[in-house]
């Protein structure tokens, strides 16, 4: 390869470069993390951030040098303003190593992921292997970045190593280094990540992601700041020693501020223009007082391009055009000199270190050595100029690259548009959004079809055209979660112009999904379905394809979620999975299942549900859309009506987990996160319940608009713990969520869910409305289902009122369904509970005691330890209230065992008002002639308003409820009961509730 001649030296052989001065704690601190990571102790992420020049990538790069030095290897990319080839930075950190790995070797590690690789290493191509053309989109991102994981992973097992990336506030996404993130727990890797946080801060994307590397606990972030004063001297005393130091170091340091990149720019200016000279004796400041010291970064720039002559001016300008990093043969085509003359202009300026060199064994390239460098260089270029050099750059890349275009495609659609060649920047910016599509580089695919959608306007393109960019904008705001539906609905608009019906379809489906999300500003249910059916309807006479069948699985979809209207959902979706059998496509089988077994299970028709969902689970492992192999995993745990089914529930769940922490499939983690924190709640696991609800409220608080309607089941999880403050928030912002939206189904599931807590936190009133209406609406849509988990609750919450005819009545239609043929399973523990109730409540003992005994044996068969313990309390209810010979005893002792079940579940409010029916019955027996307890009248210490709370609080009312029933505001309910707690010196409304049973203030048999 041809090479620069030998670079001429600065005036006074002045160095090249300083001893790194300043950082000696933030240097140890990344050498020990190289040290951790090749003793074994696990990889890591480090985010090296300050302003620009501050030394973050001269730091970075001292790091990597002590790691080659211990053994290690280094691979090194960056980012550029003007945009990169896609992964072009991982491309160029990891060529270079893969010739170090032997062909076997290299085949073994990448077969998993070599077709996708190929795409950005040709060396990697398999002859005859070509990438699948039906894999999702989503899919072919992860297996991607999964790739690019698995090489740096690979290269790691021979020697530990450091990938360094710079400049990451130019990157468009972080994708591939969050799953490499994720990988690193096992691995010999040091990524370190060096980033401006000034513009970084302009980048919400990447600012979202870098939080979920934080939060997750995967990255850790380096501040450097600037230098102080003294330090400002050590650095100026390594260029001229220390005598001119002491005099130079207060004007450089308040000129500078102690950035070191100014700084050292300002020292080569001040050699280079003669104010500092070399003498015998070492150097001298000839006279500071003549010495023009440039204010701010540019001017030193400027004068010092300037004293490099004119033509290295007009040379480094057009390259500064060209971009940061510039290769030797298209600088030689746009500039139009000779090689000669290019070679002496580089070297003066990589000995100004202007540029550095940055070439490999493909191409001959030179980078600016501070992109602050190019960037005044681009800025003192006059409006008109500037345009005709991009025009002509764009050419000179043409001309260079002729043949091998696709990794410059994204460049000649940012010259050609500053050029003003509209025609070709709309050309090359859909190639370009193609290409990076076709690679999974959504973010960038983004910008280059923006830039096509910008300029449709002022380029004659066909209809068909400007619809295929508006889609490709539409579906990546779907893919990469962006709110507004405007994109779609305009390329709808187009196709339907057309007269092309599966565009057509697949546009409203795209639409119907953004209102689903709440990515068209808001959930609305009602409209998802509109673009459902309009969807069917277009295609409802087409030939069978994979697009019928999703149109027909989301009709079913939502026929569920709006309308819960089970006979239209069953026949859609059976439907679907008609269409999708034909076309033997295992991908719509898995789809069209889940909606399928969905309906099933609603209707009741459990065993059906199972055999579904069953098959659609093995179909998915043909599947190639992770969204469709995690839909099949969620659909038994989410989109289910509740089964109360331990085992059902943690079979399913183990396998999601195990596929979540293979594919990163992210979409579900919200609601996924609430029922794991209920199933353990409800197991008695409250520190992974805490884990859990911590991990939902994290991905609430990420995406706050994403399946919100869930929130119910993080909700009831807080409820059995005791936070009833956070319980009643969440429950209320689901049930707002689910009435907002129009989502039928899952409003009736929260109902249960809340209705449930509210009986155990002693709010009937409030429940029974609630309840009842969707109990109602279960029965009218007949979804057997949820009418077997509302009517338990339905009864007892009529009981808790007194009103026992509703109760018998609500029960007697529970036992109907029940008796219908069916897999219930854990679904008859409740529904045995509440008729044990009844029976009860009219003293027939004999048929209560055998009910609650089914109950308990379906509970421990099927259920869980929570509800295992409000069995176990009502057959102790029962006991002590019967009080027949043994009944107190017995009653205590079954009592006592709900209570241990309480304390392993964490279920503090619970216990307390285990302890509130343990103080009842005791008072209760003092009345009935056992030893009585001293009891102090009340009268004589609270007055009326006061015994009216204390009597409220005994009956487990909170303060808004004890408002509502005295028509009083809140505020003086809580005021008055704190006087009360105040006067009796008690410390808890438990205690309070105590004193008020045992002082006749409440019945202990309420």
Partial sequence: MRRAPSYPVLPGNLPTRSALVGREGELSFLRGQFDAVANGDGGRIVFVTGPAGVGKTRLARETTEYAVDRGGQV???????????????????????LSRIGADELADATAPYRVELSQLFPELTVPGATAATTVALEEQRRRLVAGLAELVIELSRRDPLVLFLDDLQWAPSFSALTHLGRRLRDARVLVIG???????????????????????????????RPLGEEETGQLISQYFGERPADELRQPLYRQTRGNPFFLEELVRALAESGAVRPDPDGWSIVDLSRAAIPTSVRLVVEERVARLGELSQEILTMAAVLGQEVGFAVLQTLTGRTEDELLEVIGRAVAARLLVDRSTSAEERYAFADDQVRDVLYAGIVAPRRHRLHLLAGQALETTYAGRLDGRLGELAHHFLEGNDVVKAFEYAVTAGEHALALASWEQASRYFEAARDLLNDVPVAADRRAGVLERLAELDALMGRAGIRHARAALALYTSLGDRRKSARLHRLIGRAWASGAAGRTDLGQYLAESEAAVALLATEPDSAEKALAYGGLANGLILSRLDLEGAHGASAEAVTIAERLADADQIAHAGTYLSTAHAYR????????????????AQSAVDHYVKA?????????????????????????????????HVERFDRPVAGIVALVAALSGQPEATRKALHSAEESAAQRPADHAISDYLAAAAAGILGDWSQATRLFERALAANQQSGASASLVEAAGHYGRYLLVSWNPKAALPVVTAACALARERRSVVQELNLLPILGELHLRLGHVDEAERAVGRVRELLDRPGEWRGLAAPVYRARGLVAAARCAWPEAEASLASALEAERAYGFPYNEAHILVAWGELCLRRDQRGDRRRGVDLLQR????????GAVKDLDLLQLVHTRYQIAGERSGQAPTRRVSPDSLLTKREREVAQLISRGLSNRQIAEELVISEGTARIHVEHILSKLDLRSRVQLATWAIANGLGSPLE
């Fill in 898 to 905: 709900a209570a241990a079940l309480f304390r392993q579940c």
């Fill in 604 to 619: 009741g028709e459990l065993s059906d549900a199972v055999a579904v969902i069953d098959r659609s689970w093995q179909a």
């Fill in 75 to 97: 691979l090194e990319g960056a980012y550029f303003r003007d945009g990169v080839a896609p992964y072009g930075p991982w491309i160029d950190a990891l060529r270079p190593a």
């Fill in 631 to 663: 839909a099949a995993l969620v659909a038994p745990v989410l989109w289910w009506p509740w089964r109360n089914d331990r085992e059902w529930l943690e079979r399913w769940l183990s396998r999601y987990h195990e596929y979540r922490r293979e594919s």
């Fill in 194 to 224: 060096a980033y401006r946080e000034e513009e970084f801060q302009d980048r919400p994307e990447l600012l979202r992601a870098w939080a979920e590397l934080n939060r997750t606990r995967l990255a850790l972030q380096l501040n450097v």
